[in-house]
């Protein structure tokens, strides 16, 4: 498929004024995208689980104007105006100009919260781009009823991706490939799609805890971390192994082997991180209580056997991951001993979710 796909024939028909609200989640990397081409286009595929709790939830209200060859929208943060989102709103405008074009001939007022606390480390551009996404595509739903839904589904991913990369993988299902991989059916650079084989009943409801360590304003944008594969002198072997572990992720969500998931999963977040100390700037994202946490896992997991690991994004917060029947378990060791290593004792649970939603 190709991007053109995606540039909309006349539309049929034509409205005034209008509103939508959806909720889009946020999502955790398994296989890491980290490295990009041009146009948002991932060097590597990656998978991710889709999260349930943390979310965006975004109201976008429409009336026609005049096309006078700008863009014209207020951009509300929980109903407060906020400037500063809006250099990012207008440059994604710029963006998906052409595949939207009925962007120039209304007035937009944005209005978005999310469930999770704001500068907590948790990057709000996945959630953040898949609602406004979501929103756009009802819009041009209405100008074209006929859309399929796989269009429609496709489409929004596509738009999402175009706003923050990893975005594009916060529409639909519990787990989402983004990036071409030869065997993986449908899997696209374009788009996300929902993850199309068999997954293993150990992974059902699978739980994420969240635990922040460092709240503040991050040290490395992921633009400028991606740019810096650029010349890396690891990049193609990255790249590489990228595709490696997602086929070999491919025979465990089938057959639920945990301890080979956890092998690839940490190994991923630690490539990551090592993709970024090996880069020249370089930068460590991790803090001393990244490290601490990390040996705690372990730690708990040589002694009880129970089948918890961790994934970290380009920051210092961790993620724990572990099956649904260890949770209580699970819960009391973070309690115990993982959450005086998070900053004020923060932490956030999650787990598996489906996609977005409209509200
Ligand atoms: O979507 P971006 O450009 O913010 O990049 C996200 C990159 C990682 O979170 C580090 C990895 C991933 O695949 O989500």
Redesign the pocket.
Known sequence: MISSTFIPSAYSQSIENGGFSWSAPSNI?LV???GKKDNQIPANP?V?FTLNNCKTITELAFVKKENDGNFSFDLLFEGKPKEDFKPKIQKFFERIETYCPFLKEYHFTINTQNTFPHSSGI?S??SGMGALAMNLMSLEKELNPDMTEEYFLQKASFLARLG????CRSIKGNMVVWGNQKNIEGSSDLFGIEYPYAVHENFKNYQDTILLVDKGEKQVS?TVG?DLMHNHPFAEQRFAQAHENLDKLKVIFENGNLEEFIKIVESEALT?HAMMMTSMPYFILMKPNTLEIINAIWKFRNETNIPVCFTL??GANVHVLYPENVKDSVLTFIKSELVSFCQNSQYICDQIGAGAVEV
């Open positions: 990397a890491k995208y980290w990656s991710s990057a551009s996945a923050s990369g990893s975005a992921s991606h990551l994004d380009a």
